[in-house]
């Protein structure tokens, strides 16, 4: 029999999975509309939604975000004229939701539907039908890695690594796993892949707060590539050494649990919170000032730094897939201005013989292999490493005997993030 519409005291129960769909979209519409970064949306999404939901909108949004040039030209032949981003956010979830994340599809039709306004709920009911009646032969033939890739990352990868900007490109089409870098004498977790250069590797989508000796500090979240400038640095015990930019403070701890008297400086107050409570987990010391290391002047030179300098992380976007979508070409000019003046304070903060590591985790060039030559302008002399400093990854050392990672290396054992470095001592 069927049911009568509710009356005026009845309310109609939550389609299940909305309020999932709704954060989901909450946080496409902060990537791709305000070009804010996808854990600072998440971080804004109400206290209220259940942890599993959050997780949850934050799986589906990434998903969306890796294979959006995909998604788009799947919906692409239904549709006259763009509709409006609520509308066309729907459409790009229930795409996912039926093609790339196993969503049953009467679920994930009925949720997108509810998503969008009123006036678009026809158009979004029917466009989603034929996706689902297509199912994943949808996705046959098309050319992901190069949808799936803003055009000007593609061009600039193919300037600067010709071919392989391809794998680059195939590297960023998935979750990535979870990397650990151990404190001393700290026992792996079950499951664990221990990587060559020394690093913990887990499945993708392991939950890190889970895993037995995180509370007590065993171990921290660091992406393989992440861990090689501190490790490459080669801190020794009583060494003082200032890692600049330091936040979040996975390499702080690298050079603190290697003996050294460690300087963290980061300019961000909320930054320099979340660098003193992942210390304070990993009972690990270390001095922490509050400064642009831009102007700050220490009160004696280091022996050595580590210069981790803010860029546009398009080496992390297999990791953070809203980079791919909130950064422009014209941030690479300006990231690499803020990196020179970077590059200038730490060179006057070494003492005379000391040694820098400078470090982006960008793929672009000029974030990173441009700033040899600036260097020398500044009394620092190149100090090449060679592959017998990296056992097991010597492709990852240029013929200048920098470091040169990218998402493609490793790609049997899920691969790493792009990241550049360079090790420089000052002269005289």
């Known amino acids: ?18 309020p999932t769909r709704r954060a989901a ?23 209220r939604l259940d942890p599993r939901d959050r997780a949850a909108a934050h799986r589906i949004a990434a998903t969306v975000l890796r294979r959006l040039g995909s998604i788009d030209e799947v919906l692409s032949p239904f549709l006259r004229k763009d509709p409006p981003p609520p509308a066309r956010h ?56 190069r949808l799936d890739t803003p055009a000007w990352l593609w061009a600039a990868w193919h300037a600067a690594y010709g071919p392989a900007v391809r794998a680059i490109a195939e590297a960023h089409r998935g979750p990535a796993p979870l990397d650990l870098t151990p404190a001393p004498g700290a026992e792996p977790p079950a499951g664990a892949e221990i990587l060559p250069t020394g690093t913990w590797r887990m499945a993708p989508g392991t939950r890190v707060t889970d895993l037995p000796g995180f509370a007590e500090g065993r171990f ?16 020794q015990p009583g060494e003082r050494i200032a890692d600049l930019c330091a936040a979040p403070g996975g390499k702080t701890a690298q050079l603190a649990a290697a003996g050294a008297e460690v300087t963290a400086v980061e300019r961000d107050a909320g930054r320099v919170a979340r660098l003193s409570e992942n210390l304070a987990r990993l009972r690990l010391p270390a001095t922490i000032v509050q400064a642009d290391a831009a102007a700050w002047t220490p009160p004696a030179p280091f022996d050595a730094i580590l210069l981790d300098a803010p860029c546009t992380a398009t080496g992390t976007i297999r990791r953070h897939p809203d980079v791919a979508h909130t950064k422009r070409a014209r941030d690479v000019g300006a990231a690499a201005q803020a990196q020179a003046r970077l590059l200038a304070a730490a060179a006057r903060m070494l003492k005379p013989g000391g ?17 040899l030559s600036r260097a020398t302008a500044l009394g620092l002399e190149a100090m090449p490493w060679t592959a017998a400093d990296l056992p097991g990854l010597p492709e990852a050392i240029t013929p200048a005997g920098c470091l040169r990672t990218r998402p493609d290396f490793w790609s049997g054992r899920g691969g790493m993030d792009g990241f550049f470095a360079m090790r420089l001592r000052r002269v005289g």
């Open 355 to 371: 040694r820098l590591v400078f470090a982006t985790c960008s793929l672009q060039p000029e974030e990173g292999e441009a700033h």
């Open 25 to 47: 979209r909450d946080l496409l519409d902060a990537t791709l509309d305000q070009r804010k970064p996808l854990e600072e949306a998440l971080d804004a999404l109400p206290g």
């Open 220 to 235: 921290w979240v660091q992406d393989a590539a992440a861990a090689l400038p501190a490790l490459l640095l080669n801190p």
């Open 1 to 18: 029999m069927k049911r009568a519409p509710p009356g005026p005291q009845e309310t109609v129960p939550p389609l299940p999975g909305l």
């Open 90 to 145: 729907a459409l790009r979830i229930g795409v996912a939701e039926l093609l790339l994340l196993d969503t049953p599809p009467h679920a994930a039709v009925a949720t997108a539907v509810a998503l969008a306004p009123k006036a678009f709920a026809g158009l979004v009911n029917a466009v989603l039908r034929k996706v689902a009646a297509d199912g994943p032969a949808a996705l046959e033939g098309l050319d992901a890695p």
